[in-house]
């Protein structure tokens, strides 16, 4: 059987997007914060997000943030607790 080809969860020019702040970051020159004012990129991760949500701002194909895919997909689900009955057995005279 032919495997079935996966749908891309990213686009390719998000990707060029996340390698762009990649090189900035190893250059040195990666900052964060808006306009650049929040001080230098620290970590890979940082960088990463960095990519992905300057891609989200052109409107490039880029899956949610993790913390609103949570928040959507979370039910109330209230536990419900049975209570034992606290019946008195009667004492045999």
Known sequence: M?????????SRSAGSDVQREMRR?????AKSGPG????RVK???QAIAIG??????????VP?????RKTS???SKKKTTKKKS???KSAKR
């Open 64 to 68: 949610k943030k993790a913390s609103k």
């Open 36 to 39: 650049g004012r929040g001080g």
């Open 52 to 61: 992905l949500s300057e891609a989200r701002a052109k409107g490039k194909k």
């Open 73 to 75: 997909k979370k039910t």
């Open 25 to 29: 970051y190893k250059k040195g020159t």
């Open 2 to 10: 032919a495997r079935k080809a996966k749908k891309r969860r990213y």
């Open 86 to 88: 606290s019946k008195r």
């Open 43 to 45: 970590s890979r991760k």
